[in-house]
Each structure stands twice: as C-alpha cells, then as structure tokens.
C-alpha cells in the first residue's frame, strides 16, 4: 500500500514539478474510442524486432457490449490475423489460429484489466495472462516468426493488410499503456506490470519496450478517438486523502491520549507538591521547636554554667573558711590543752581556795591567766 502510495505520489510530484503540464499529462493520458468502425489508429511500423518473440500487453476498459471488439490487431504478409486480441475472448488469434477464450475472459465491463500476450519462436508457445495470472496456453508451430510487412491497428479488426474494419469488431472501450515488448517477459514480470495501472513500472524494461504507449498518442487517428485523462491523479489525490485522513485521525487520537497523560501527570505533580509543602511545613515547625529546644537548653547550659562559677566561687569561700577554722580550732585545741595541763597541776589546789580571787592571785596563775574565757570553762566545774 505504501509502495504504491508512494509512486502515487512520485506521479503526483513529476506532474506538479513539470512546467509544461499538459506534454508531461498527455504521456499519461488513455485514449477512449468512438463505437463506429472508423474510430480506430492504424500504422506500418517494422515489426523485424518482434520476429522471433514479444510480449503484447495494454490495460483494456471494456464499454462494447458487442462480442469480440477487437483491441489489438495485425496483419502480415503470412496471415491478415497474424494476431488479434479481443477484450471477450472471442476470436483471438495468433498466426492465424482462432481460439475461443470467452470462458476465460471473465471480467464484467466497465472494470479495467491488464491483458498479456507473449510468445517466443523457442518455447513456440504462446501465452495468455489477465491481470498478471495466466488464463491459455498454446504451442504455436516449430520455425514460424511473425509475420512481417504488415498494419498494426488498434480498436478493429483487419481482413486483410489494413482493410476489413466493420461492425462487428468495433473495440468501442478505452486502452491504456499499450506497449510491445521485444522479448518474452516472465510471469513475476508480467505480474509486477499488472499490480496498479497508475504505476510506470513497465518503464524498468526500456531497452526491450518496443513500441511505446507515449508514441501511440503521438500517432494519427482516424475518426472517435480521443485522449482523456487516466484519473489516476485523482485516485491519488483520494488514495492520498483517506491515508492522511487515517493518520490525521490516528494523531488526535494519540493527541488525545497524551493530553490525558498530562492531565494525570499535572495531577500527580500537584499531590506531589502538597506533599512537599506539607513536609516543608512539618519541617519548618520542627525546626521552629528545634530551636526553642535549643535556645532553652542554651538558657539552661548558661544557668548551669553560672551555677558552676557560683559553686566554684563558694568552694573558694568555703575552703577560706575551713582554713581559718582549722586555725582557730587549732589555736583553742592548744589552749585548751595548756589549761586541761594547768587545771590538772595546777589548779586542783583550789580546795583551799576559799574565793576566785585566791585563785587568780595563787602563785600559778598569777600574771599568767589573761583571757577569763579559759578560766571560764574551768569556773563553770568551780562554781557549781
Ligand atoms: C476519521 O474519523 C472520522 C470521525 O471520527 C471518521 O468519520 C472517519 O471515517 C475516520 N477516517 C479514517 C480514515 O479512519
Ligand atoms: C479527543 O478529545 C476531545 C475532547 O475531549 C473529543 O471531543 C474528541 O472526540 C477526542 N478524539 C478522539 C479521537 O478520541
Ligand atoms: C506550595 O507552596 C507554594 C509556596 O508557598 C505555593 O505557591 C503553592 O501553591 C503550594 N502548592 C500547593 C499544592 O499547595
Ligand atoms: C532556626 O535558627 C536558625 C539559626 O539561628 C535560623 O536561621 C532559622 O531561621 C531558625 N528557624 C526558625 C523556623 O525559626
Ligand atoms: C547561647 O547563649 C549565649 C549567652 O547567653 C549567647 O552568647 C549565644 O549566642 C547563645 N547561643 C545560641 C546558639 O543561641
Ligand atoms: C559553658 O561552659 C563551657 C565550658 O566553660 C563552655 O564551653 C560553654 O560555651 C558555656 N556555655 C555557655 C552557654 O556559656
Ligand atoms: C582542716 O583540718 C582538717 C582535719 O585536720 C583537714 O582535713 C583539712 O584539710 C583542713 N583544711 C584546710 C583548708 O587546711
Ligand atoms: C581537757 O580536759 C577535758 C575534761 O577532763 C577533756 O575532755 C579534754 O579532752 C581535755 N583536752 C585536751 C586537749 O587534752
Ligand atoms: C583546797 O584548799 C584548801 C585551803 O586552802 C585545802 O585545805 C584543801 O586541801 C584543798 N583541796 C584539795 C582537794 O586539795
Ligand atoms: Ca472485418
């Protein structure tokens, strides 16, 4: 389909691009001819090349309804019907033979078909194809070629070289793409020619297309005949249009489908998006607390770190302190052990003491005793 698309467009392309349109049309024109038994093309070419084989093939639209219009005929100087081909099968000849192909031919009018003929002096058969696939088979005699000096008539048939055309065999259809190839073409050949007529394919076998369908428009033509445009172009332009509608609709399709995955992609996206504001949120309040948890514990180091410089500051003091009364009760363990020995030799004499003045004056103590408080702690024993 591609393929064929494709030459489509080649065509397409060849015609638009050729500034002289209508010589570039015309190569591509049919001809359509007028239902009278003078609406036919006749000419004398040298037919040497085709002596020992050619292949005959033309696209043929039948519009007669009559039996046997002819499409093809030529006369030699052997035979009048060297070689005639109908577009029903009836009465087809070659080198004179008659056969009766209608039962083979069963293509409805009005559809156009690719109709092959070829034959070769060696193989001495000739074989009959419609649209690429062959329908007959015959032997034709060992050493016979084809006939030479003859007319070459397109659209009747011939009697004798280049009369005889009437009624009977007026072909009345339209042709397309007649060519005379100078040698047998196989069937993968002829079946390549027959896949679409809109395509120049036979153009591959130049060297061997002998007579062309280019130079048969360029003939004279006697009575009806007529150039008329293939419609390929338009079939192009359809082929064309269906296939890019198909496309146009296969993208909005996709179109479609990409815009919902965006649509979900969006959606996504946002969630996604809450979600991290959320967490941004979440984050920002923990941090928020993060920080009043430090800011506290650095309250609290700071009032720990004061507490510590106060108990530093204490310890200083109280090790001050503890110093100084170590001294003093240094100071009043000696005192108090000078008295406890003095009281025990001393003033155990107080019996005869008879007032504390005695004592102060008795011998011992006099002058020695200035601080009554050691006295006292003996006194108080004394007085009681
Ligand atoms: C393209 O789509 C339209 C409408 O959806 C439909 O009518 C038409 O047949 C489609 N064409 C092809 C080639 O699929
Ligand atoms: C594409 O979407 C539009 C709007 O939703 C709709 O009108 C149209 O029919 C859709 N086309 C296809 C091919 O699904
Ligand atoms: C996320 O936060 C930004 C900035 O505050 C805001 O512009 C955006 O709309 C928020 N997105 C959603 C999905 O709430
Ligand atoms: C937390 O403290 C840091 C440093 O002091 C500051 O940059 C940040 O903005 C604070 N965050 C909040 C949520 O207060
Ligand atoms: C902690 O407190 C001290 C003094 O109170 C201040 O100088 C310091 O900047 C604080 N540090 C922080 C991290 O807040
Ligand atoms: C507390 O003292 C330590 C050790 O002296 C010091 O490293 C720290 O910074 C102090 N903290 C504050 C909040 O002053
Ligand atoms: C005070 O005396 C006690 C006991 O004798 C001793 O352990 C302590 O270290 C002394 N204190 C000072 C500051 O000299
Ligand atoms: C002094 O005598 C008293 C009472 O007899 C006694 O308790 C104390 O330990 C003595 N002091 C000294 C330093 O000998
Ligand atoms: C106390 O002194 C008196 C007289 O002065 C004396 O007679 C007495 O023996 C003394 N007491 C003691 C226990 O020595
Ligand atoms: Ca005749």
Not at 253 to 267: D, F, P, Q, S
Request: with cysteine.
């Amino acid at each position: 389909m591609n393929q064929i698309l494709c030459g489509l467009l080649l065509t397409l392309f060849f015609y638009v691009a050729n500034g002289e349109g209508s010589a570039e049309l015309r190569r591509f024109n049919m001809l359509k001819f007028g239902n009278t038994d003078q609406d036919y093309i006749m000419y004398q070419p040298n037919m040497s090349p085709l002596a020992s084989e050619f292949t005959v093939c033309a696209w043929i639209r039948r519009l007669n309804s009559a039996t046997r219009p002819v499409w093809f005929s030529y006369s030699s100087s052997v035979t009048s019907k060297e070689i005639q081909i109908t577009d029903d099968g009836y009465q087809f000849y070659m080198f004179g033979t008659e056969s009766d192909l209608r039962s083979v031919y069963t293509i409805s009018p009005g559809t156009w078909f690719y109709n092959c003929l070829s034959w070769s002096s060696a193989t001495q058969t000739r074989t009959v194809y419609i649209n690429g696939r062959v329908v007959d088979s015959a032997s034709t005699p060992a050493g016979r070629t084809l006939g030479q000096g003859g007319y070459l008539l397109f659209g009747n048939e011939q009697d004798g070289l280049g009369t005889g055309m009437d009624g009977g065999e007026i072909f009345g259809g339209e042709m397309y793409k007649l060519n005379v190839f100078s040698r047998m073409l196989t069937t993968s050949e002829i079946q390549e020619l027959a896949q679409n007529m809109c395509v120049d394919i036979e153009q591959k076998y130049e060297s061997t297309r002998y007579i062309k369908w280019e130079d048969i428009l360029q003939l004279s033509r006697n009575g009806d005949v007529t150039e008329k445009d293939n419609s390929c172009l338009l079939e192009a332009y359809k082929l064309l249009n269906s296939e890019l509608t198909e496309r146009l609709n296969h993208t909005r399709l996709e179109l479609n489908t990409t815009v919902e995955e965006l649509a979900r992609t969006r959606e996504s996206l946002h969630s996604t998006e809450e979600r991290l504001n959320e967490t941004v949120i979440a984050l920002d309040r923990s941090e928020t607390g993060l920080n009043k948890t430090l800011i506290a514990l650095n309250r609290s180091e700071t009032r720990l770190n004061e507490t510590l410089e106060e108990l530093e500051r204490t310890k200083v003091t109280h090790r001050e302190t503890e110093a100084r009364l170590n001294e003093t009760l240094e100071i009043a363990d000696n005192l108090e052990e000078k008295l406890n020995s003095t009281l025990e030799s001393k003033c155990l004499l107080n019996s005869s003491i008879t007032s504390h003045w005695d004592f102060l004056y008795a011998s011992p103590f006099y002058g020695e005793v200035s601080h009554s408080k050691s006295c006292r702690l003996y006194g108080d024993h004394w007085k009681s």
